[in-house]
């Protein structure tokens, strides 16, 4: 079988192995490792349809990592895919109104972070014991929200692994905030940033390229990797759950094997849109990816228009884990764009760090087809949620509401009626206040139990575990930093003076 080797957006330095790239994270020049070449389906699509969600994670991740061995990915799938999950589907799919909902919150942390970040320790730690690599792994994440709670439940006393997670303060909802501050595990750290999310992201990423840093730690035993989707080893457990509920659609009769469907997004960092277009780049009929954007909407300006701006206000919505002017995956599709040129594409990425934005060319333009992107404001989003839940009586969250008033959107304006999955992020529990709101106005509550206990009421959802476990919990982290002051707290963390 074809070595699948991993490269950088940004330099020609030699590509390197799958394990090599998940353990490094990001490249030492800044930019991104792509695969050198587009894996494909081993086997005709119809022999992936009756696959179990193990099965068929293993099928499409061995075209990826080309130097796991069969034994050591099994293991990683079956660590990861098993009873953390509360269904065994792992990522059920429900028909609601006009489209699929792909459910990807029924993990640990019930957001679809957990898809890929229950699995990430194990392709980590794997890729570590592969490499003789002895040094302490030390995951630095920033988030919005839900990656720092499923990286640090991923990652808790995995041992020769430390896990420090930056928060924007006030960016996050108070159950996403106490999910994080009551982690459990020895290696578990959390901060507040005091900034928004592209701040966290940013101040983190500065760290990565610090060769000075890089050096202290090395000297200690440490080695920095990432937990954002920037890493390979998010994005390729990602791919499989789109083919697994194209899979699901063919078994319940709903497409014939072989027809297309659409795919729907609710986007911020554009990684889990990302690994819809790489499924798709496998063989997957898929017509449009469509990209939904609440109203820090930089990236359906970008596709109407090929200019990519983010100077502009932040805005601090109800769908907080995509309010992100910053999309850091985006990078791989523009390095594509670039026809894999890494000058250009390193051209266009100095111009947003600099200027704050940059444009493509009309040939780069016109390959944006697969793509249609879209926005929903609060309005549009609290609408949607409210109606699909008087029509259908299924409640979803936030981030994925958005995605549902894109569609309807996108179906008026096309008329394409194509079968549509849209892709489901996080369990409405996980912000119970903002769907509440949506669909009972009137109602006051002291605190977001009080809306927890009022959604149970709404829509006769069990509560998941993930939500009875911080009612009760006690605050483990208090810790609060700034984009200039970060590297002193890794270094407090560590015990580094
Ligand atoms: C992270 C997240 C998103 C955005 O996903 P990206 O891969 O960053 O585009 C959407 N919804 C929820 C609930 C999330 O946690």
Not at 217 to 234: D, E, H, M, T, Y
Not at 370 to 379: K, N, Q, R, T
Not at 380 to 393: H, M, R, V
Request: aromatic share 10%; glycine share 6%; with cysteine.
């Amino acid at each position: 079988m074809k070595e699948i080797m991993y490269k950088s957006t940004r330099s020609d330095a030699e590509p390197i192995t799958a394990s090599k790239a998940i353990l490094a994270g990001l490249a030492p020049d800044g930019g991104l490792y792509v695969p050198t070449e587009d894996p494909s389906f081993d086997r005709p699509l119809e022999e992936l349809v009756p696959l179990s969600y193990q099965e068929l994670a293993y099928a499409v991740m061995k075209q990826y990592l080309t130097d796991f061995t069969e034994e050591e990915l099994r293991h990683c799938i079956n660590g990861a895919y098993d009873s953390k999950f509360d269904t065994p589907a792992i990522a059920p799919l429900v028909k609601k109104g006009n489209a699929w909902y792909l459910e990807l919150f029924h993990g640990k942390t019930i957001a679809f972070k957990d898809m890929a970040l229950s699995i990430l320790p194990y392709l980590m730690t794997t890729a570590a014991k592969k490499n003789h690599s002895e040094e302490e792994i030390v995951i630095l994440t920033a988030t919005s929200g839900d990656t720092g709670k499923a990286a640090m439940a991923g990652f808790a006393d995995v041992p020769g692994t430390r896990i420090i997670v930056f928060y924007p303060k006030g960016g996050v909802s108070m159950i996403q905030e106490l999910q994080m501050l009551t982690q459990k595990g020895a290696n578990t750290a959390v901060a507040k940033i005091h900034g928004n999310f592209d701040d966290a992201q940013s101040a983190v990423k500065k760290v990565f390229n610090d060769a000075d840093m890089k050096a202290e730690l090395a000297a200690r035993g440490f080695k920095f990797s990432s937990a954002n989707s920037i890493n390979v080893g998010r994005l390729v457990p990602q791919i499989v759950y789109y083919v697994y509920a194209y899979c699901t659609m063919v078994r319940n009769g709903d497409i014939a094997c072989g027809d297309e469907i659409n795919i729907c997004v609710p986007t911020g960092n554009f990684g889990n849109i990302l690994a819809a277009y790489y499924a798709k780049q496998m063989g997957l009929p898929v017509r449009k990816l469509i990209c939904a954007s609440n109203e820090n909407k930089v990236l359906t300006d970008f596709f109407r228009t090929g200019s990519y701006d983010r100077k502009r206000p932040f805005m601090l919505t109800s769908s907080p884990s995509m309010d992100i002017l910053i999309s850091s995956n985006l990078e791989r599709l523009i390095y594509r764009l670039c026809e894999n040129d890494p000058a250009a594409n390193k051209a266009l990425m100095d111009a947003l760090s600099g200027d704050g934005k940059y444009e493509i060319t009309e040939k780069m333009q016109e390959k944006l087809n697969d793509f249609y992107g879209g926005c929903a404001s609060e309005e549009d989003n609290f609408e949607g949620i409210a109606s699909l839940y008087k029509e259908t009586g299924y409640v979803i969250d936030t981030h994925t509401g958005i995605a549902s008033a894109v569609y309807r959107k996108y179906r008026k304006e096309t008329g394409d009626e194509t079968p549509t999955v849209i892709a489901s992020t996080a369990s409405p529990y996980k912000f119970a206040k903002s769907v509440v709101n949506a669909i009972d106005p009137a109602f006051e509550a002291e605190n977001d139990f009080g809306f927890i206990d009022r959604l149970h009421e709404l829509s006769g959802v069990a509560e998941p575990a993930a939500i009875t476990e911080i009612r009760e919990a006690k605050i483990l982290h208090d810790r609060e930093t700034t984009a200039e002051t970060l590297p002193d707290t890794i270094r407090e963390i560590l015990r580094i003076e």
